[in-house]
C-alpha cells in the first residue's frame, strides 16, 4: 500500500486544518490506517486511527476534543480534521496503514503499522 499524505501547512493557533491520507493501488479494505506526528527532537507519537470496516477509533491524549479522523468511502480517502490548533501541534504528520483489524491498545503503536507515507508538515505558530 502506498499511502499520501496531504493538507498540511501553517495555521494561526486556534485555527483548523483537514489532513487527508491516500491510498494508491488498493483500496482500504479491510484496511487500519492512522495518524501519528513526530516533532523535532522528539519520537513519533500516536494521534488516531480507524478501522475501514467499522470499530473504535482511539484518539492520542493530547488531541482528545479536537481532532476527529473520518472515512470517506467515495473517495478511498481518510482525513483528520484538526480543530483548536495548539503550537504543540507543530510536527509532522503521517499516516500508516495495516492490513487486518488489531485489538484497540495494539493501534497506538507504531510497530503495528506496515506502511508509511512521506508526512506532511503542520506548523502552528502566530
Known amino acids: ?24 493501488g ?3 479494505s479491510n484496511t487500519l490506517v492512522g495518524w501519528f506526528r513526530q516533532a523535532p527532537g522528539k519520537e513519533r507519537e500516536f494521534v488516531a486511527a480507524v478501522f475501514w470496516g467499522g470499530g473504535s477509533t482511539p484518539y492520542g491524549d493530547s488531541v482528545k476534543g479536537r481532532f476527529t479522523i473520518s472515512k470517506d468511502y467515495v473517495k478511498n480517502m481518510v482525513h483528520l480534521q484538526m480543530n483548536s490548533l495548539k503550537p504543540e501541534d507543530t510536527a509532522v504528520y503521517y499516516c500508516a496503514a495495516r492490513i487486518g483489524r488489531i485489538i484497540t491498545s495494539y493501534q497506538t503503536r507504531v510497530s503495528s503499522y506496515d506502511h508509511w507515507g512521506q508526512g506532511t508538515l503542520v506548523t502552528v505558530s502566530s
Not at 500500500?1 to 494508491?24: K, T
Open 26 to 28: 488498493r483500496t482500504f
Open 1 to 24: 500500500v502506498q499511502l499520501q499524505a496531504s493538507g498540511g501547512g501553517l495555521v494561526q493557533p486556534g485555527g483548523s486544518l483537514r489532513l487527508s491520507c491516500a491510498a494508491s
